[in-house]
């Protein structure tokens, strides 16, 4: 008995050859959630359960790695840098790029216990698929991704202006004594006492309007990807301070200054070359598939990690010269977020979370392990909206 998996979209002509090669048999036909199917195919989606409990087993695999030794050492401790929590900076990313490939590996080993013939319909070969999957290439009419490069010059302008104000305009870091982060897209709110609209943060609006003088706002805007369609937003909506120019440090200014440091890519050269020794160490031992899948991804998120290490670099060097008795911040568990936080905390600041998305066993941002604990990985303190 044959059953056949469609992971990817087939073109209209690869459902008509599919309809044309199973004339003279009857496989179970199961297609992967958003796969658009004619009506007059015999189809039947994969199990919910199946979809559910592969992200779930992904997770828990994911915190299993993170405490597994190596030489009498955990992955997390040999991905830690200074204060950067590597493993913890791309355990996130890593959930939600190998979602679909764990689910293709889940949906084999499910069905083979009931067929012996597994015919695999996806238009990428999956890493370390058993011998026993035959696999069918579809070549869907996708065009390629260019490069996102009228959003990269708005946001080059946006960022001339932002290291133009952090020369020209001093906050007085030195005067403050706690830090908030501020790195949202600017939207509509309403004002807390006036409840007139005005463009902010929505959800710390009210939050830097009480901060007094002796806060420092680090206001920083999200970087458009460098490859797709996202465009970046160029408008009063990231110029504007809301009045709070005197006390906001530009975290454009922080990085380019770290940047320029020889000091600071002397480092972050140290740290890379490292990070190439602890993955080769890894790869050499015994691992299972999911965890080769799980250092395939770690190498080819090298890029981002560079840019995460040259980041927080940079911020350590910052609260160096100007420590802070607590840094707060929303979204604290993404990696862009955590590198401002965690290089405050390597100076000694206490590190301030406030809850964005839910908590609970499906959400990879809130899920920790005891030793994750034992080493510092989360904030110190996490404000939340309600009891859990």
Request: some cysteine; proline content about 5%; overall charge positive.
């Amino acid at each position: 008995m044959e059953v056949i998996l469609i992971f990817s979209q087939p073109a209209d002509s690869e459902w008509s050859s599919l309809k044309a090669s199973i004339q003279n048999s009857s496989p179970r036909i199961v297609v992967a959630p958003g796969i658009v199917y004619p009506k007059d195919l015999a189809v039947e989606k994969l199990p919910l359960q199946l979809t559910n409990e592969a992200a779930g087993d992904l997770l828990r695999a994911l915190l299993d790695f993170g405490d597994r030794h190596f030489d009498n050492k955990l992955v997390s401790e040999r991905l830690s840098f200074g204060n950067l929590r590597l493993w913890h900076y791309m355990r996130f990313r890593m959930f939600f790029n190998l979602k679909r490939e764990y689910l293709i590996h889940a949906a084999v080993e499910y069905y083979k216990k009931s067929y012996d013939k597994i015919t695999l319909w996806i238009d990428k070969k999956p890493l370390y698929l058993p011998e026993y999957c035959q696999m069918v290439l579809l070549n869907p009419k996708v065009k390629k991704q260019g490069y996102n490069l009228y959003a990269w010059a708005k946001y080059l302008l946006y960022f001339t202006i932002k290291i133009v104000e952090f020369i020209l305009i001093n906050p007085h870091p030195e005067k403050r004594k706690h830090a908030i982060v501020d790195r949202s897209l600017k939207q509509w709110c309403r004002d807390a006492e006036s409840l007139e609209l005005k463009k902010d943060n929505y959800t710390l609006s009210n939050l830097l309007d009480k901060a007094n003088d002796d806060f420092l706002i680090i206001a920083e805007a999200e970087q458009p990807k460098f490859k797709g369609r996202t465009d970046f937003m160029l408008s009063g909506r990231l110029l504007n301070t809301a009045n709070r120019r005197h006390k906001t440090v530009n975290g454009e200014g922080v990085f380019f200054k770290g940047w320029l440091s020889p000091k600071i890519h002397k480092k972050r050269k140290i740290w890379t070359d490292k990070l190439t020794e602890e993955l080769n160490l890894m790869e050499n031992a015994q691992l299972l598939p999911i965890e080769k899948l799980f250092l395939a991804e770690l190498k080819g998120l090298k890029p981002g990690i560079r840019f995460f290490m040259l980041k927080y670099l940079s911020f350590e060097q910052f609260f160096t010269k100007y420590p802070m008795h607590t840094v707060t911040a929303i979204d604290e568990n993404s990696p862009a977020t955590r590198c401002i936080l965690d290089a405050a905390a390597a100076t000694g600041s206490k590190r301030i979370g406030i809850q964005h998305g839910n908590i609970g066993n499906a959400q990879p941002a809130y899920l920790y392990t005891p030793k994750d604990r034992r080493m510092g990985v989360m904030a110190d303190k996490t404000l939340v909206w309600g009891e859990y």
